[in-house]
C-alpha cells in the first residue's frame, strides 16, 4: 500500500488591521445580516477580498476563514458571563475570587485572556451587529 503523506495547511494569521478591516466592513453591512447576525456566503467573500490588502502574513483568507472568525465573535460576545466589562478596563480582574473565576473561564474561551485589564477598539461596532448588544448579565 502507498505511503500517503499531505502537506500541513499552512496556519491562518490575522493582524489587527485585518480583524479591524473585517469587523468595520460587516458593520457597515450589517443589514446584510441575518436574525442570528450570521451573513450570507456573498457578503463573507465580499469581506475576502475588502481585507485582502492588510494581510501581512500566512495564506490568503477565503470566506470560511472569514465566516469562522466572525461566528467566533459572534459565541464569544453573546455568551452570557454575569462578569464586569467596560471598554476601558475589559473585565477589570481585582482580587483573588475574581482571578481564580477569570482563570477558568478563560480555560473555554482562550480569546478573552487578551482583556483581562483592558478593553477592545472595534467592540463597539461588534455589539452594534450582535443582538442584545453583545455581551451581557446572566440575569
Known amino acids: 500500500m502507498p505511503n500517503k503523506t499531505s502537506a500541513p495547511t499552512p496556519q491562518v494569521h490575522w493582524n489587527h488591521e485585518e480583524t ?19 451573513f450570507k456566503m456573498a ?31 459572534v459565541s464569544q460576545c453573546s455568551q452570557p458571563s454575569g462578569a464586569h466589562w467596560d471598554n476601558k478596563k475589559g473585565a477589570n480582574i481585582q482580587g483573588q475570587h475574581a482571578e481564580q473565576v477569570f482563570k477558568d473561564f478563560v480555560k473555554s474561551h482562550p480569546l478573552i485572556c487578551q482583556f483581562k485589564m483592558s478593553g477592545w477598539d472595534l467592540y463597539p461596532c461588534i455589539a452594534d451587529i450582535i443582538p442584545h448588544g453583545g455581551a451581557h448579565g446572566a440575569n
Open 43 to 73: 457578503t463573507y467573500q465580499a469581506a475576502t477580498l475588502h481585507i485582502a490588502n492588510y494581510r501581512t502574513d500566512g495564506p490568503p483568507k477565503n470566506y470560511q476563514v472569514v465566516r469562522n472568525k466572525w461566528t467566533g465573535y
Open 20 to 38: 479591524a478591516a473585517l469587523v468595520r466592513f460587516l458593520h457597515n453591512n450589517w443589514h446584510e445580516a441575518g436574525n442570528n447576525r450570521n
